[in-house]
């Protein structure tokens, strides 16, 4: 190895800003060594050879690693862990570029050589470039000027360009006397030297799940690359990865990956399309792809939705789903070899599958595709805003900790539903036929608006079968009740945002919080609120909606619940009404035990063997003397809390927030009106409040304000609901 040069091992880059930048990071101890300054250019060696512009990395120093992206390391042949060699280069204009789409149906406008000006390019490479790919025609009515808006709309996927050729056959720059020419029709990038198959999906454009894929990696690349490894050790290597976990959390993200990133032969089965009408056909065309793998191995066989094809034998009727599962079972553990074939399969229905498929020697590890945190949100929301203009409001820390359960395809979902917000916005100024103006294009920007709308109309998915939303009531909103708020705020808001002072004080934080109080009092209001302010997403549940005629249906309705509100936590579960599915439990039911069965559920899930992490409880009822006392006891429900009549001066807090956006005249006393008003809850109060509108309506419909007569007449029309509940009925539960 020659003095000005050097060999590093290859790692993947960091940060999302370095990707596609055609960027190389290096320890600055290696860049003094060899006389390399920030931003100069380096040639990279491995399999192939392709430019980089050398940067600083202070966290990698002594470690002897440069980090580039998924692109570079395919322009240098190169893949993580393996090595390269790194030298000072220098670039010389090119005088001729000859490039070509990888795509079909790439429109290009404008200045050719303008959208690659500075490029750093070797033969053979596949560069990015900010060109977008035309999204078909929605037939909106609004014509061409809307495709035209379309294709300049910030674009989730970056265009990827083949260099066909350069002239001088070297290092080279476009500069301002480069002719570039570009092929209209898209290139076969496999027939290009050394290049191979294009990489598609590269490990930095999977967002968190670090260390699922270092998992992944572990089970796959490492048998694949080195397999001399496993002969040394004498023990056979991995031949499956099962990864189960909610729909859109990144499966087939990860296993593309994997197959780029190993540059191993890969070959994708969708379940269902196996099956055949003829008997013997699905077995065949499963025998005929482990054939292929072998014969192009090392491969990768990634069988998605693998419930399809492998059901549990003992619970499917059909005769073909059995033979398909032996069938599969003898490809996987059979008595000939597969080689150097790894199969990945990937499932939300990881239960469903068949028992002998989940045991070592055929599946050897399961791992787990969960639903991102809020760090790994925020990974998330990089790599889709990548190419968006965003502008200077967006926060994208802030968004990944409002978007509880969402999964990745959620967050992809919602940077798409931003950016056509962008669109409905521009598209007034727009006139038919006509080029869009220059001053239009730069106000294409997504903003932190734009970003919160769309938060509103993307339901994540991971609690769609739950009814769920995220309330909009702050605390302010609640009149009154400042004991009770304070209460809830140690109770749930503490745990959810500040986990880490109970962790620090060696106590377990409370399970749950029973509100119990005449009706009307502002229960589910004051639930609504902790669940808004501790940032948390909000599962109601009705009491007697979860009752069902069908046996173990109730109960599973229970379980369904909590399994959701662990999977999007931090999560408020509120049950309303809950001594309809709560009673005491007795020996003379009616109801064919159904409640009992419910109860034990609900018991087992609160305070069972599973902990329950950042999922607080909340339930309200106005007959706790009727509820089981098993439920009563500390680590279900800790906090009993009454919600009591207001007293005067919180009666008057309710008359504030329900007249806040109301035209008051200037004789109405609210302080008045709150002395008048003894024995209402704040239900009646609201009540009140819209009475007197509309009596102030039906003596004037153009009625600009609201005189207190009308307060004074709907306080005598509406009567306090709960003058016949009788205090006796509330039992306290210290």
């Known amino acids: 190895m020659a003095e000005n040069e050097i060999t590093l091992k290859v790692a993947e880059a960091i940060s999302q800003k370095d990707v596609g930048q055609g960027l190389a990071r290096l320890d600055p101890n290696v860049m003094d060594d060899l006389g390399i300054h920030e931003r100069d250019l380096i040639e990279i060696v491995g399999e192939r050879r392709t430019a980089a512009i ?19 390391r395919k322009n240098s042949g ?18 001729k570029v000859v ?5 079909d149906n790439i429109r290009v406008r404008g200045d050719v050589r303008g959208l690659f000006a500075g490029k750093v390019m070797v033969q053979g490479d596949i560069i990015g470039s900010q060109i977008r790919a035309p999204r078909p025609s929605m037939n909106m009515g609004f014509g061409s000027i809307f495709d035209e808006l379309m294709d300049f709309t910030p674009a989730m996927k970056e265009i990827k360009f083949a260099v066909v050729s350069t002239n001088p056959k070297d290092i080279v720059i476009v500069g301002p006397n480069t002719e570039v020419q570009l092929h209209e029709s898209p290139v076969d990038v496999s027939k290009i030297e050394g290049v191979g198959n294009l990489v598609d999906v590269s490990y930095e454009d999977i967002g968190g799940l670090k260390e699922e894929v270092k998992k992944v990696r572990e089970m796959i690349e490492i048998p694949l ?3 001399e490894l496993f002969e040394k050790l004498g023990i056979a290597p991995p031949k499956g990865v099962l990864m189960h976990g909610p729909p859109g959390t990144g499966k087939t993200l990860l296993a593309k990956a994997v197959a780029s990133e190993s540059d191993a032969h890969f070959i994708a089965i969708n379940g269902p399309e196996i099956m055949s009408k003829y008997v013997g056909g699905s077995e065949e065309n499963l025998r005929e792809y482990f054939e292929e793998a072998e014969e192009n191995s090392p491969s990768i066989i990634f069988i998605d939705e693998l419930d399809a094809i492998a059901p549990k034998r003992e619970e499917t009727n059909g005769e073909v789903e059995r033979r398909t599962v032996a069938q599969l079972l003898t490809l996987m553990d059979g008595l000939k070899s597969r080689g150097q074939v790894v199969v990945i399969g990937a499932t939300n229905r990881p239960d469903s599958l068949d028992p002998a498929l989940r045991r070592p020697g055929r599946f050897d590890r399961e791992i787990e595709i969960g639903v991102p945190d809020s760090e790994e949100r925020k990974e998330v929301l990089e790599i889709h805003t990548r190419n968006m203009p965003l502008a200077d409001d967006v926060d994208l820390e802030k968004i990944a900790n409002t978007t509880h359960g969402f999964v990745g395809a959620d967050l992809e979902s919602l ?6 917000r962008v669109v409905r916005r521009i598209l007034p100024e727009i006139q038919n036929d006509e080029e869009i103006p220059k001053e239009v294009m730069e106000k294409i920007v997504v903003t932190g608006d734009d970003f919160k709308t769309a938060q509103k109309e993307i339901q ?24 009770v708020k304070q209460e809830l705020k140690e109770a749930v808001e503490w745990p959810l945002k500040h986990p880490e002072t109970f962790q620090r004080l060696g106590i377990r934080p409370p399970k749950g919080t029973l509100l119990y109080g005449i009706p009307g009092t502002g229960k589910t209001l004051l639930a609504k609120a902790v669940a808004s302010e501790s940032e948390a997403n909000f599962i109601s549940v009705k009491g007697p909606e979860l009752l069902s005629k069908w046996v173990g249906e109730s109960e599973k309705g229970v379980r369904e619940v909590f399994r959701k509100a662990k999977q999007a936590s931090p999560t408020v579960i509120f049950f309303d009404e809950i001594d309809a599915i709560a009673s005491a439990r007795s020996g003379n039911d009616t109801d064919s035990g159904v409640t009992k069965r419910v109860v034990n559920q609900l018991l087992t899930e609160m305070d069972g063997l599973e902990e329950l992490e950042d999922v607080a409880i909340i339930a309200a009822t106005n007959r706790p003397d009727i509820l089981d006392t098993g439920l009563m006891r500390p680590g279900r429900f800790d ?10 001066e919180a009666r008057k807090s309710i008359f504030k927030v329900h007249t806040k956006n109301m035209p008051l005249a200037d004789d109405v006393d609210l302080k008045k009106l709150a002395k008048n008003t003894e024995g209402y809850v704040g239900a009646d109060i609201e009540a009140v409040c819209r009475e007197a509108a509309m009596l102030a309506l039906r003596d004037d419909l153009e009625a600009s304000e609201i005189p207190y007569k009308y307060f004074k007449d709907a306080i005598d029309k509406v009567k306090p609901g709960n003058t016949q509940l009788k205090d006796e009925q509330l039992v306290q539960y210290m």
Do not use: N
């Open 54 to 72: 050398a940067l600083p990395s202070q966290t990698d120093i002594g470690l002897g690693v440069i980090r580039i992206d998924g692109l570079v």
């Open 639 to 648: 906090r009993h809390i009454e919600v009591g009549e207001p007293d005067e």
């Open 78 to 95: 190169a893949t993580i862990g393996g090595e390269v060699t790194i030298r000072k280069a220098k670039a010389t204009e090119a005088k």
């Open 225 to 227: 690359k080195r397999p």
């Open 415 to 420: 940077c798409k539903e931003a950016a056509m």
């Open 460 to 483: 994540p998915s991971a609690l769609r079968e739950v009814l769920v939303q995220i309330p909009d009531i702050k605390w302010d909103d609640v009149g009154g009740l400042e004991d």
């Open 99 to 103: 490039l070509a789409p990888t795509e």
